[in-house]
């Protein structure tokens, strides 16, 4: 870190630094006498840049990634408040998914929830039932017809209204509260998955969903919560999808597969998420049980832009055709992204061009119309690029 402060900026300006660890695995930095905010930004890329690195520890590659968080002075007029605002948005950089910057602006105080009312607050939040899941389709890409739902939580807040997971995930995850939480979100969304099979029949095939950290992936009792979820609901094994990320696997590799191979004997499919920004060991992925790899969406939101992505995109299709994983897209936003990946042979597809996260209601009123005509398209049909409709 304190090579990346000695570089010098573009706008040449001198500078006063500092470099502090604060505790645990939190630092901070301090600039003096930047000109420009840019120059705080090219000081934090020079840290991710270095950090990316692998560091040598008894014999073995360990790679780490960091959120950054930047306070300028104009934002806090005492060094508690700048701190305060520089973890701000160090949290909304964790949330916007790791190994990035933000700056921190007004608006992220507002929605900030304290860490400490979150770790209080999020135990009861879970027995007064605060809690509420939220659906977001996953579709067809030549027809954008539902295929399935993924489950993301939410906290309904008797004051502060809804908010969002960014703001209560990272901090749940660092204890054992994230173990509670996923335990009630799974069981959650597969009472509502069987319900709906069972009111519509015409979907007994859609799926759902549902994001398991690191914590629970390395707790024992996950299996059979997974069995009592499924039994109590009386959903089948084939329609419930877990969801994790690259680096909640990697982080316990040897546990994680045994665990891994125990919920694919169940029959359930299991999804790599994020797929593309943590690290992964391609060995590891060729041993692992999985079905499907979901690319990460800051691949689909630059892939039309030109810059590499698209490559990225390809390669990551290609991968996957190889080891046998079907792939879904996320952060599909724009028609230009669906007709790409359509194209590419991509199997689902999902974001904001089809849907938001919606409540069990609204996501039932999907069910309902795909009950009634046998689908429900959320978009246009797909023109493709040859003019004709598919
Ligand atoms: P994720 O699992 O990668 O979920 C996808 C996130 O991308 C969701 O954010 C979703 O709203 C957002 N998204 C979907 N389509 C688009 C799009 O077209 N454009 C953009 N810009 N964003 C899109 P959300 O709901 O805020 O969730 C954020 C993260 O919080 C999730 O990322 C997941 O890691 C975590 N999370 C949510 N629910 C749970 C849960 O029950 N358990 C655990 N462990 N993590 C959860
Ligand atoms: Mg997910
Ligand atoms: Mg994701």
């Not at 006063?16 to 003096?32: M, N, P």
């Not at 009472?191 to 707790?219: G, K, Y």
Request: hydrophobic share 40%; aromatic share 6%; proline share 3%.
């Amino acid at each position: 870190m304190r090579t990346s402060i000695r570089g010098g900026f573009r706008s040449g300006a001198p500078t006063q630094s500092v470099v502090a660890r604060i505790g645990g695995d939190e630092f901070a930095v301090l600039i003096g006498h930047i000109l420009h905010d840019s120059d705080a930004s090219i000081v934090a890329e020079r840290i991710l840049e270095r950090l990316s690195e692998p560091f040598e520890f008894e014999g073995r590659s360990v790679f780490v990634s960091a959120s950054i968080g930047i306070a300028l002075s104009s934002t806090g007029d005492t060094a508690e408040e700048l701190l305060r605002n520089a973890d701000t948005a160090m949290y909304r950089a964790k949330t916007n998914g790791r190994a990035r910057s933000e700056f921190f602006n007004e608006g992220m105080r507002a929605r900030v929830v304290s860490r400490f009312e979150v770790e209080n607050g999020l135990r009861k939040a879970i027995e007064e039932r605060q809690l509420v899941v939220y659906y977001q389709p996953i579709v067809s890409p030549g027809d954008s017809n539902i295929r399935g739902f993924e489950a993301l939580v939410r906290w309904n807040h008797p004051e502060r209204g809804l908010i969002q997971p960014g703001e209560f995930i990272p901090i749940a995850e660092e204890s054992d509260i994230i173990v509670l939480l996923g335990r009630w979100v799974l069981r959650e969304s597969c009472r509502q998955m069987a319900e709906w099979q069972r009111t519509f029949p015409p979907l007994r095939s859609l799926t759902v969903s549902v994001n398991v950290s690191a914590r629970q992936l390395c707790d024992s009792r996950l299996v059979e919560e997974v069995e009592s979820a499924l039994a109590d609901s009386g959903l089948n094994p084939e329609s419930l999808a877990l969801e994790m990320t690259e680096s909640s696997i990697m982080g316990n590799a040897q546990q994680t597969l045994a665990t891994l191979d125990r919920l694919k004997a169940m029959n359930i499919r299991l999804e790599i998420d994020d797929f593309g920004t943590g690290y992964s060991s391609l060995s590891y992925l060729q041993r692992l049980p999985f079905d499907i790899l979901k690319i990460d969406r800051s691949f689909i939101r630059e892939m039309t832009a030109g810059n590499g992505s698209l490559d990225i995109v390809k390669a990551i299709m290609q991968l996957a055709r190889s080891l046998k994983l079907e792939v879904i897209a996320e952060g599909v936003e724009t028609e230009q992204q669906q007709c790409r990946l359509h194209e590419l042979g991509c199997n689902y597809l999902q974001g904001y061009l089809f849907s938001k996260p919606v409540d069990a209601s609204a996501a039932e009123r999907l069910c309902q119309e795909t009950g009634e005509s046998g689908f429900v398209s959320l978009a246009s049909p797909l023109v493709t690029t040859d003019g004709l409709g598919s």
